[in-house]
């Protein structure tokens, strides 16, 4: 594994400092290497989707298993529309609706897509994101960019430059600082190329959302087929260090009846509140995340972060509504919480 010191971390916040982020970005892209940027969602690791060892750097740098296909980023339809072999109606309107934005469309791919992107497999996954940089970026390098989420393999994605740098500081030559990701998950993921049409991956762009313009939906998969059609689902994806556990209560005696039944000590057990929030306590801390689903999601994977940093034992997170615009994070949660006890 090529090492280098430490990532060089590029401000953007300035007309100035933008452009020049997007110059050095784009010449590092350029000459194969792989940069840390941001996106809408969450941070990606980006490399030109052309070329196949820029990409095969990725998958090294993440320690990501060559089977998981990496999202193809553009930044226009006609660009989407090179990555693919057809483009149906469908694809045309959820970008209307949806594009750009954190909606990925699996569709059959073209020649000009690489093996190591797709894993070999037939279709592309296609995002045009909204976030500015990256839309400059691409438009600079003028190829479109493959970028998976910026951690290791198996690790929480990261939402702002602090979380790629503490786990890919010493493995990349640059990270490119947006600021807080403001969608805080990833994509939705849904699968073109089958009738009905699938959701692979929840995210804020929900199923109610989604019908609006595809019509009938197939129920979600079970976690075998979804696993099987999209590698990255795997349970243990999204997962903090510390267990995590999904309780509810409506008081202060009621929380501490339920967490005295974890047998960990009280110091070690962080809450994640949004609608009972404990008055003070032994918990080593207490977080409350607003009670809406858009200010939660960019929130979530910060402060599952920032517990791991503080040393938690168990992050116990209160249990979320179960309509529609939670859907993307009560899926993230779950998957945070499938670890046995
Ligand atoms: O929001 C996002 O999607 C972020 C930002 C950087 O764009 N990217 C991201 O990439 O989350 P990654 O690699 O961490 O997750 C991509 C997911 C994986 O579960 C992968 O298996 C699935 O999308 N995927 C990618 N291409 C696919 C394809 N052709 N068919 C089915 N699933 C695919
Ligand atoms: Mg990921």
Redesign the pocket.
Known sequence: MKRVKSAEVLATHTRQLFNQAVERAAALLRAGEVVALP????????ANALNDKAVARIFEIKG?PSH??????VASLAMARECVRDWPEIATNLARAFWPG?L?M?LP?SNQIPDI???S?V???V?W?SHPFIQSLIRECGFPLA?????RSNNL?PTNPDHVFKSLGDRIPLIVDGGQSQ?G???T?I?LTVDPRRV??P?MIHDIALIAVTGALAGLSTANERTL?????LQK?YSPKAKVAVLEWNNDSELLAETARLNVASQKIHILAHTHIPSASDYGRISVIPHDAEAFARAFYAELHQCDEEGAQVIVVEKLPETSEWSGIADRLKRAAATEF
């Not at 996106?39 to 980006?46: P, Q």
């Not at 998981?68 to 980023?73: A, L, M, R, S």
């Open positions: 996106t809408e969602t969450v941070y990606g690791l980006a990501r998981n296909p990496i999202i193809v980023h954190p990925t699996v791919r992107v797709t894993a497999g279709t592309v996954g995002r994101p970028a998976p989420s910026a951690n994605s969608i998950i990833e994509s993921v699968d692979l991956r995210g059609k999209s590698p990255g689902l994806h």
